[in-house]
């Protein structure tokens, strides 16, 4: 990727739009991300063609707001962070170190935008989140068993 042209990770992606969030779940690494509004805007423009400047510039539009390169390149390090990229984006120089209070208090984000915000969760897989059969219950083998015990047909 050429980092003034971000890529969104679009392979193995299921994204799904509620209210003002995105939810974009990571097939590979089983793991939901949530953006807000500001950070689903921008991920919705990095599509390989668009520039930094012409994302905020989108961005700007779409949200009604003033959005400057800064907020897109903390954006795009978010989004890296959770592999949502195709490539890592590489902050500046300039912009490394910088949290989201140094963004606020350096005007990157204006009253009218919020500073974009991904939460993430992963899901376990489908082994680690199967329940497991009380004493009593009818089994098969005794993995299905809280005890790990099958006598019988029956969990002990």
């Known amino acids: 990727m ?3 042209f971000p890529q969104a990770r679009r392979s193995q992606i299921i994204a799904q739009k509620m209210d003002n969030e995105l939810v974009v779940y990571d097939t590979i690494n089983a793991q939901a991300n949530v953006l807000n509004h500001t950070a689903a805007v921008i991920w919705k423009f990095c599509d390989g063609k668009t520039s930094l400047h012409e994302i905020a510039t ?9 959005v400057d390169e800064k907020l897109v390149w903390y954006t795009l390090d978010q ?3 959770k592999n949502l990229l195709e490539t890592r984006a590489a902050l500046p120089a300039h912009l490394k170190g910088m949290t989201r209070r140094d963004f606020l ?5 204006s009253a009218a935008v919020m500073l974009p915000v ?3 969760m992963t899901a ?10 009380a004493s009593g219950q009818p089994c098969t083998v005794g993995s299905e068993c809280c005890s790990t015990i099958c006598t019988a047909n029956t969990c002990e």
């Open 2 to 4: 050429n980092p003034s």
């Open 58 to 66: 989108r961005a700007a539009h779409e949200l009604n707001a003033p």
């Open 79 to 81: 989004l890296s962070k």
């Open 105 to 109: 208090r350096a005007g990157a984000v």
């Open 118 to 120: 991904i939460v993430s």
């Open 124 to 133: 376990p897989k489908a082994t680690n989140a199967a329940s497991c059969l």
